[in-house]
Nanobody
């Protein structure tokens, strides 16, 4: 089992940057596919980016080219660097850890960190 704590959210002006961090406690961080998801007010939660145990990354079209996901297994942490932020990036950002085994998938979620892009 893993517990996730996000940090780094806040208020930023359009065009600005933020770096979100997610620290995991518990064992076996390196075996999880890690991801960032976001949920804007009144909308469903959506994928932002994921990174596999082999550091293969995947991005939503909405953030591709503006965001970079990375992980540090030694620190049990995953990061999301977001640049050129837009008002439509405003949302609560959630860290996700996905444990995948044959016939078994389990998701763990953090409590979220608010990102607000506004002038």
């Amino acid at each position: 089992q893993v517990q996730l704590v996000e940090s780094g959210g806040g208020l930023v002006q359009p065009g600005g940057s933020l770096r979100l961090s997610c620290e995991a406690s518990g064992s076996g961080f390196s075996i999880y596919v890690m991801g960032w998801y976001r949920q804007a007010l009144g909308k469903e939660r959506e994928l932002v980016a994921t990174i596999t145990t082999s550091d293969i990354t995947n991005y939503a079209d909405a953030v591709k080219g503006r965001s970079t996901i990375s992980r540090d297994n030694a620190k049990s942490a995953v990061y999301l660097q977001m640049n050129s932020l837009k008002p439509e990036d405003t949302a609560v950002y959630y860290c996700n850890a996905r444990h995948i085994r044959p016939g078994f998938v389990r998701d763990y979620w953090g409590q979220g960190t608010q990102v607000t892009v506004s002038s």
